[in-house]
C-alpha cells in the first residue's frame, strides 16, 4: 500500500507548533462506521511507526466513531481492543456518540433524533435485520437495541474524553468557544460547535485539531486544522502526524 499525502489548504496552520520532543502522535478523523478504512489506517500507522524509528506514540481518536457507515459496532470494537491492548490510544466523544449513549440511557428523543442523523446504520450494526427494523416502532426498537449494545461497549463510551491537550496543540471533536479559556470549554460546544469556531480566526492559544465539518481534503487554517474528510461517503479516512515541530498527513 502507498501512503498518500493529502494537499493542505492555503493558509498553513502555525509552523512553529510543537508537540514535546520524544513524542509521536497520529490523530485520527471522523470515522463513522467504516470499519474497513479504520484497519487501513492503523496499518499504515504502524508502516510510518516503522520507518520514522523510536519515539513515545499515541494515537488520538477525534470521535464519531458511530453512525452512517456499515459496521459501526465493530469500529467501537476495535477501538476497544486497541485500549486493551495497552498501546497508547486516547478517544474523544463525538456527538453522535454524545446521543447514541443518551439514547441507551432509555430516551425515546434521543433514539429518533440518533436515527435522523445517521444511527439506523449503527442499529443494524448491532445485529438487526433490515425486516427487523422497519417492523419495530421506537417504542418497541430502543429496549431492543438497549438489550443488543454490550455493557462494555457502553462503558468504553461513556468513558470517552473530552478534550486532549499535547504540546502546542489541543485536541476535540468538533471545536472550542473562541475566547473560553480551555478548562472553562462546555461538552455542547466541543462535540457540537461549527460556525461560531471555524469563522474565527484568531488566536485560541494552541493549534486546535478537529473532525466534525467535512472538507475535501485536509483544512488548514493558522489557528486550527480539520481533518474530517467524510469517510463514510468517500472512502477517505485521514490521520494527522505529529513529532516535534513537524506535521505530516496520512489517508487511505
Same mark, same amino acid.
Given at each position: !500500500?502507498?501512503?498518500?499525502?493529502?494537499?493542505?489548504?492555503?493558509?498553513?496552520?502555525?509552523?512553529?507548533?510543537?508537540?514535546?520532543?520524544?513524542?509521536?502522535?497520529?490523530?485520527?478523523?471522523?470515522?463513522?462506521?467504516?470499519?474497513?478504512?479504520?484497519?487501513?489506517?492503523?496499518?499504515?500507522?504502524?508502516?510510518?511507526?516503522?520507518?520514522?524509528?523510536?519515539?513515545?506514540?499515541?494515537?488520538?481518536?477525534?470521535?464519531?466513531?458511530?453512525?452512517?457507515?456499515?459496521?459501526?459496532?465493530?469500529?467501537?470494537?476495535?477501538?476497544?481492543?486497541?485500549?486493551?491492548?495497552?498501546?497508547?490510544?486516547?478517544?474523544? !466523544?463525538?456527538?453522535?456518540?454524545?446521543?447514541?449513549?443518551?439514547?441507551?440511557?432509555?430516551?425515546?428523543?434521543?433514539?429518533?433524533?440518533?436515527?435522523?442523523?445517521?444511527?439506523?446504520?449503527?442499529?443494524?450494526?448491532?445485529?438487526?435485520?433490515?425486516?427487523?427494523?422497519?417492523?419495530?416502532?421506537?417504542?418497541?426498537?430502543?429496549?431492543?437495541?438497549?438489550?443488543?449494545?454490550?455493557?462494555?461497549?457502553?462503558?468504553?463510551?461513556?468513558?470517552?474524553?473530552?478534550?486532549?491537550?499535547?504540546?502546542?496543540?489541543?485536541?476535540?471533536?468538533?471545536?472550542?468557544?473562541?475566547?473560553?479559556?480551555?478548562?472553562?470549554?462546555?461538552?455542547?460546544?466541543?462535540?457540537?460547535?461549527?460556525?461560531?469556531?471555524?469563522?474565527?480566526?484568531?488566536?485560541?492559544?494552541?493549534?486546535?485539531?478537529?473532525?466534525?465539518?467535512?472538507?475535501?481534503?485536509?483544512?488548514?487554517?493558522?489557528?486550527?486544522?480539520?481533518?474530517?474528510?467524510?469517510?463514510?461517503?468517500?472512502?477517505?479516512?485521514?490521520?494527522?502526524?505529529?513529532?516535534?515541530?513537524?506535521?505530516?498527513?496520512?489517508?487511505?
Amino acid at each position: !500500500m502507498v501512503l498518500k499525502l493529502l494537499r493542505r489548504a492555503i493558509e498553513p496552520a502555525q509552523a512553529t507548533a510543537r508537540v514535546p520532543d520524544g513524542v509521536r502522535v497520529y490523530a485520527i478523523g471522523d470515522i463513522h462506521g467504516r470499519l474497513d478504512l479504520l484497519d487501513q489506517l492503523l496499518f499504515r500507522i504502524d508502516a510510518d511507526e516503522r520507518a520514522r524509528g523510536p519515539a513515545r506514540s499515541e494515537i488520538i481518536f477525534l470521535g464519531d466513531l458511530v453512525d452512517r457507515g456499515p459496521n459501526s459496532a465493530g469500529v467501537v470494537q476495535r477501538a476497544l481492543e486497541l485500549k486493551r491492548s495497552g498501546r497508547p490510544v486516547r478517544l474523544l !466523544m463525538g456527538n453522535h456518540e454524545e446521543v447514541f449513549l443518551k439514547a441507551l440511557k432509555g430516551s425515546l428523543e434521543a433514539l429518533k433524533f440518533f436515527v435522523k442523523i445517521g444511527g439506523r446504520a449503527t442499529i443494524l450494526s448491532y445485529g438487526f435485520d433490515e425486516s427487523e427494523y422497519e417492523r419495530l416502532d421506537y417504542e418497541e426498537l430502543l429496549p431492543a437495541l438497549i438489550d443488543r449494545v454490550p455493557a462494555e461497549h457502553v462503558a468504553f463510551l461513556e468513558s470517552l474524553e473530552n478534550q486532549i491537550a499535547i504540546g502546542d496543540y489541543l485536541f476535540v471533536h468538533a471545536g472550542i468557544r473562541p475566547r473560553v479559556p480551555f478548562d472553562q470549554q462546555v461538552g455542547g460546544d466541543l462535540r457540537w460547535i461549527r460556525s461560531d469556531f471555524l469563522d474565527f480566526r484568531g488566536d485560541h492559544g494552541a493549534v486546535i485539531v478537529h473532525g466534525h465539518t467535512i472538507t475535501d481534503d485536509v483544512e488548514e487554517r493558522p489557528n486550527r486544522i480539520g481533518i474530517d474528510t467524510g469517510a463514510f461517503a468517500s472512502g477517505r479516512l485521514t490521520a494527522l502526524g505529529l513529532e516535534a515541530g513537524e506535521r505530516w498527513y496520512l489517508s487511505t
